[in-house]
Structures are given as C-alpha cells and as structure tokens.
C-alpha cells in the first residue's frame, strides 16, 4: 500500500531555517503532484506548497518567497526548505502525495517557532 514516511521538523527560533522530506513508496505509477500543507491549532489544514513531476510549483501567498519546494522523480521523494521562519508557521506538517484520483498523507511532523 501507499505510503509517506516524512522527517525533518522542530524547534527553531524566528527567522531560522528548518528542512523537510517526505518518501513516497507503494506505487510504479509515481505520484503527482506531492507537497505540504500544514494544520495549525484551532485551524483548518491549508496549502503551504506542491509540486509536479513537470516541475509547475504552487504556493501559499504566505510562504512564497521564504519556502521552496523540491522533488526528485526518481525517488519519490518530496522537499521543503523553510527560511525566515515566523511564529505564525507553527504548525503540524503534512506531505501530500496523489496518484490518480486518491489522495495520500503522512503522519505530520510538527514545526514549532518561538518568538
């Protein structure tokens, strides 16, 4: 079966940087598009950012200019270098992945960042 196994997340101060991964196995057909989207307390689960096999790239307004989202192919694999981190990117953080038309999720790593 599908599965997402992230890694990275924390504790880091506002304006430091934290890097994410996420490894996607249980298909031969790949996985388009893959991604973040994080869920903050009291929150709804929103988009933070996804990208293509082609290499189209969509982000939240939030994040743009201080994420960056990449993905090796081959592996499956999706990334998400995070800098000048704020408070307000608190949040538990989810890989994404479709393939066809389901939908499959991590288990979330929290990303906490003091003031």
């Known amino acids: 079966q599908v599965q997402l196994v992230e890694s990275g997340g924390g504790l880091v101060q506002a304006g430091g940087s934290l890097y994410l991964s996420c490894a996607a196995s249980?298909?031969?057909?790949?996985?388009?598009?893959m991604g973040w989207y994080r869920q903050a307390p009291g929150k709804q689960r929103e988009l933070v950012a996804t990208?293509?096999?082609?290499?189209?790239?969509n982000y939240a307004d939030s994040v743009k200019g201080r994420f960056t989202i990449s993905r090796d192919n081959a592996k499956n694999t999706v990334y998400l270098q995070m800098n000048s981190l704020k408070p307000e990117d608190t949040a538990v953080y989810y890989c994404?992945?479709?393939?066809?038309?389901?939908?499959?999720w991590g288990q979330g790593t929290q990303v906490t960042v003091s003031s």
């Open positions: 994404y992945a479709k393939m066809w038309r389901s939908d499959y």
């Open positions: 249980g298909s031969i057909f790949g996985f388009n598009p």
């Open positions: 990208k293509t096999s082609g290499g189209s790239t």
